[in-house]
């Protein structure tokens, strides 16, 4: 599939952005099942929230919306893939044009606004997944959203829960998306506690197989936060079962030093010139929560050398899309081998030891 798509590139990357995401997402519907990645280095296994993944390194939200591909995706070598936002009705978001690549800088602008499918045919795809348990399953997230036009957003998530959380194996509250007015406001601690009571509820009351607990509920913030905000985030996330925190999604930023002709459009941007902001945030958030809960680490990730440092910031597990764009589905290999490397020349034996390492005192000779 790599090589297929070294072919393939400079093609794509021609065409405008929409049009080669739908006929990415198209050829990897079709690609055979005969290109299963080999396996795993033992050092990249790791257990978060009670579930095994075979590699930290994750499929970020927005590439699958509609739950159309995670099992090719998953082929690529992801440990695991989160598909969506899903909204609870289908809506078509924002006007095109609303995706732009900045190829000088490694970046994207998207101002998508939430297309979705909806919940209920995303919840038909999920729903023929292999039950837990069964080794052909993989891991996939899935990140709710709420619609344009709802003037309840607790509901939707409410919605969201009880429609795709009997076939998620992790769920995402994402509330930090720029494209839909209100959205990022949900993040503020008056309006955060009681949603996250809301849909903590519902996913309480999720039926399950037997012995198969809820799955765990993860918050997705902005990078545009200010340290009062972090804050108030990872005090309501400790106090309110939320399993976990996604840092970041897209800025509304704009680092200096942008390069291309679609550097002033609106919306979020992502790619390397995310990085260093989603990182800061990332290593701030490990500080506030004291290193209690598992944070993903998304923002920029073009490399292992990237995703080494997100997690020696805090990051249990990290995601990643934009470097997909430039750089392919090779690039999920060549993440897994450089970590691996990393992690053995640094003396941990698995990944889960590396996390936070930056926050620790070096140790010392005796
Ligand atoms: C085209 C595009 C669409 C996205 N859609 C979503 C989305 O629906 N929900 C979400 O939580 N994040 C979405 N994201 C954000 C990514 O999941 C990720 O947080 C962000 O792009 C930073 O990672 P990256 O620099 O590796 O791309 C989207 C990003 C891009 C580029």
Redesign the pocket.
Known sequence: MSGFYDLVRPLLLRLP?EAA?RLTLRALALAPRRHATPGDAPSLATRVWGIDFPNPVGL????D?DAEVFDPALRLGFGFV?I???TPLPQPGNPRPR?FRLKGSA????R?G???VGAAPAASRLRLRPPPGDPGRGIVGV?L?KNRDSADAAADYVEGVRALGPYADYL?V?I??PNTPGLRALQMRAVLAPLLDAVETARRALGRAPGVPPPPLLV?IAPDLSEEERADIAAVALDHGVGGL?V???TVSRPPGLAGPHAGEAG?L???P??AL?TAVLADMYRLTGGRLPLVG?????GGADAYAKIRAGASLV???????YQGPGLVGAIKRDLAAALAADGFAHVADAVGADHRPPATIP
Request: proline share 2%; aromatic share 8%.
């Open positions: 952005p995401h970020a939200a927005g590439f919306k989160e969506g936002s899903v995706l970046a994207v602008i998207n998508l939430f297309n979705s990140n959203g995402v994402n930090s998306s997705k996604i970041s999604n897209t979020g992502s790619g390397r995310l990085f989603s998304v923002g920029g990730i073009a995601q990643l899309y934009t470097g997909l764009v």
